[in-house]
């Protein structure tokens, strides 16, 4: 090792912004040369996986319709991760919310009523809440930690979810599919746009962006969330009661989440399928990082992380490649978020050849 | 139950905890050192798919296993690159790891999805693979089962008896001490996320060549987290790891259990049974503040930057 790093003291403000930048950038290069390691001309196939999916209005609404859950869940997970609670379980909570929002759904299915639709959002943001909760109680009352506990309440989830999907919630009529019927018209949401799939969900994502905004910046509980995750002994030591901040921000991330589920049963697939989501939760966390925690961040965070969606699955078409495309895309860009991060706290410089005490050790 | 179906289901719940049981050991080391690496179940699945192709193309298991092994280091090392090396959040960076391998080795494996091989076979040691019960389940498994005893025996004494196990030690409870008097501890903590990175790669391999011989995207299915739940059940002490896998390995089998037995439960519901009982196991363990805290590393998952 030539280079060492050096502490800058004070975390560097600039370079928390920069630093999403260079890591994008960084990815970019590396797609360019893994395209060209397979034999495509690196600047076409960067094309179509970052341009050609939104040349058009359908492809400009496609990414809306896939931006809208992983900003929901983003967002939740920025509340968490500053408060210190490590939850990775944005899927798992998802899932509860799609199915919940389903049950009732189906309940609902031959009902015409304006108060359908909301009721059916609110029963996914209730399961999907409750979901979180479970991990925070956990976390509260046994000191289990939360990282592995929401991560097995993903698969759990899963499961119960292909429990009722292939059971009670299957269409009679359906020939035997794992699938349940369609919702009826007032369950599902309403298309903003003619002919494309875009529908309110992309709204309530932004109103949820906006909220978690004024939320953090001018409540007192949102300032406490901050305090902790700057400095968890100062919170301590003004009182703050820890343990229903936890409570709280598990609440409103499980909801968020939920609503996220609730939304794609409702939204572009309109009834429960096996698979609701790929993966939106996992990447929800990156999109949490990217965008520095910060609802705005989070916001531009999500769009570019729909683009890689879209993008790998017209690289599937064009160029012949795996599905897995996307999330080789979504580990390299946390990766290089991660490393880059190091100039926040760290100047890195030149190791002095000359032997010096001071640099033995690094 | 009669005595086959008793038999049976021990030699499976061996079967089916060792990949959990390599997988743990390594991480043990790794935690051991002070070092959390959540990027496990990335490691496996980057063993297991480069093992398989490796094999399948070759035709040799032991350069698939080699290989399984190889692929895991390297994948641990970039780990330590980012979060020893670059002092970065070692939380995330497991978790970048995770995602990272979960989607290469679905992209490397694509081609390969469902393609036959001939897996590990078998290899019962003659009279002792007869004794009633215990026979079948300790003597009559595949060679990484009985490489897995070794590696569980060797990582029990290298903590118990080794000093390189105490400079482990050391350097996993106060860095800054382990510093102090000299001990390498960077040096330690990246030959501790290899060794882990190495033994993760192996236990993928055991899956793809061995368990199920075949690839398929995704197929540790959770090992990798339920492996490091399995070293928080096990307070960080192998002989409570190796107790701890086969346990787990238990749980995973009881579906074909209840099929043996001609319950029926939903393979929805059972399945669900690893997770849920991991979920279970930390609740009961860690609610024991006092004596969790007592076997944790103290300085488990914190950066540590000599001059920092």
Redesign the interface.
Known sequence: ?FLK???RGEASLAMSYFSPLLAGILTLLTGGVFFASLGHNPIDALAIFLIAPVSDLYGFAELCVKAAPIMLCAIGLSLTFRAQV?N?GAEGQLLMGGLTASAVALQLINVEAFWVMPVVLISGMIGGALWGLLAAW?RN?????E???T???N??AL??L??FV??SLKDPEGYGFPESALFGDSALLPILLEDTRLHIGILLAMFAVVAAWVFLSRSFLGFQIKVLGLDSNAAKLSGFKHKRLVLLVMLISGALAGLAGAGEVTGPIGQLIPSISPGYG?AA??VA?LGRLHPIGIFFASLLMALIYMGGELAQIELK????????????L??YL??C??FI??KVKLKNTKPDF?TE?? | MDIDLITNVFYAMVRTGTPLLIVALGELVCEKSGVLN?GQE?MMLMGAVMGFIVTLTTGSLILGFMMAIIAGMVMSM?FA??AL?????Q???G???T?????????IG?AYVGVPITGLEPIAIPLLSEIPIIGKMLFAQDLIVYLSFVLFALVYWFFKHSRLGLIVKAVGENPHAA?AIGLP??KTRYLAVAFGGGMAGLAGGYLSLAYTPLWA?NMS??RG??A??LV?FATWRAERVILGAYLFGLASILNLVAQGLGYPV?P??L??MP??A??LV??MI??N?RK?RMYTPMWLGKPF????
């Open positions: 090792m790093l050096q502490p490590w990775i956990l009352s046994f000191n289990a930690n990282i592995l506990t991560i097995m309440f698969y759990i499961y119960i292909l429990y292939h059971g996992y966390i990156i990082f490649l795996p599905l897995a495309v996307t999330s080789l895309f979504q580990g390299m946390l990766f991660l490393a991060d190091v706290n760290f001071k050790h690094a | 959540l990335g970039m690159a980012i090396g670059l002092n970065a959040n939380v995330a960076t978790l970048a790891l995602i990272f391998g979960t989607g290469l080795s679905a992209f694509a510093n501890v960077m995207e299915a959770g987290w339920i490091l739940a928080v939903s929805n519901l399945a669900m997770y849920a991991t979920v930390l609740v860690s609610s503040v969790s930057h000599p001059h920092g």
